[in-house]
């Protein structure tokens, strides 16, 4: 599969294109951007790449199968909408949409296309996710009672980075909420009932910090978000049984080692590592997977709109408590 990407965003050189580079079938061959200097960047990953000063130039390569979309959260679905009218399979940075209501226009847009586009949700393949939905869902820690996940960095010094700004659709919710309400609705398979408390602090009209509490029927949730905390990850799922906690889930390998602790009766204590897994790598082979039809995906639109949903959920609760 031949990538494009648009846009040089730090991430996609750092993470993204590396990852493509790396990926079995996967091949960047096309970047855009006003500014020729930001592709060298890319250069190392794919040194006979095109490089096309216009977005629309790239969606109208023939020789481009899919596109990568890591532009600002404003203009994703705008611009994932326009890659599969040219015929293009978009892979979108997170949030795809920032509203639930958007996302339905880029499924509307993907079903008239029949190409794949998903929304870049790299923990779902990343393997200790599978073994935690596996394990909890196969009853391995009986019967969930509550998750609670915690994810926070701290960028109040960056103040012309597009988290910090509320024109770009930036806030904490947005950047990474979606990994802390994801992350529990693919390992448990539920979906939020209704937000029950929600504590959101804003500055400069984005949000940067957010204490959530949840109901999701058989069990309750609670999370704390932040970009103005000191860095901290960790999702633990707790049933009458045992608990499971990652302690890397979000960036696995970075944060800390990929690790998953399984405590249940007794005292026993399992624990599995994962040094090695890149979560990037894996979820550009799934993609491409899934457009040849040989696999399934395990993060459509429809599961991208209802973690959505959810931060649409709680930023309402917040408004209106």
Request: proline share 5%.
């Amino acid at each position: 599969m031949r990538w494009g990407i648009l846009g040089a965003a730090k991430f996609a050189r750092e993470w993204m294109a590396p990852a493509i580079h790396a990926a079995k079938g996967a091949e960047l061959v096309a970047i855009a951007t006003s500014d020729p200097a930001k592709a060298a960047g890319f250069s190392a990953f794919a040194p006979g790449m095109r490089v096309f000063d216009d977005y629309d130039a790239l969606l109208a390569d023939p020789d481009i199968d899919a596109v990568y979309v890591p532009l600002p959260n404003h203009l994703h679905v705008d611009w994932t909408i326009k890659a599969l009218e040219a015929g293009k399979h978009v892979l979108c940075e997170k949030p795809i949409a920032l509203k639930a209501d958007e996302i339905d226009r880029v499924i509307a847009a993907r079903d008239k296309a029949g190409k794949l586009a998903a929304e870049a949700f790299m923990i779902v393949h990343h393997p200790q996710f599978q073994r935690a939905r596996e394990l909890v869902q196969d009853g391995a820690i009986g019967k969930l009672a509550h998750v609670d996940a915690v994810f926070s960095y701290n960028n109040a010094g960056a103040v012309d980075n597009i988290r910090n700004r509320p024109e770009t659709g930036g806030g904490g919710l947005p950047d990474i909420g979606v990994y802390t309400f994801g992350a529990a609705r693919f390992v448990t398979g539920a979906d939020c009932q209704r937000v029950t408390y929600a504590d959101l602090r804003f500055e400069n009209g984005v949000d940067v910090f957010a204490q959530v509490a949840a109901d999701f029927g058989d069990f309750t949730y609670g999370a704390v978000v932040s970009m103005r905390m000191q860095p901290r990850q960790s999702i633990t799922f707790h049933g009458d049984a045992g608990h499971l906690t990652l302690t890397a889930p979000f960036n696995a390998n970075l944060y800390d080692v990929a690790q998953l602790t399984l405590e249940t009766g007794n005292g026993v204590r399992q624990v599995e590592r994962w040094p090695a897994a890149n979560h990037y790598v894996l979820q550009v082979e799934a993609f491409g997977a899934a457009a040849r039809g040989t696999a399934d995906y395990a993060c459509p639109l429809e599961f991208s709109r209802g973690t959505q949903a959810m931060m649409d959920m709680v930023f309402d609760k917040a408004r209106n408590p």
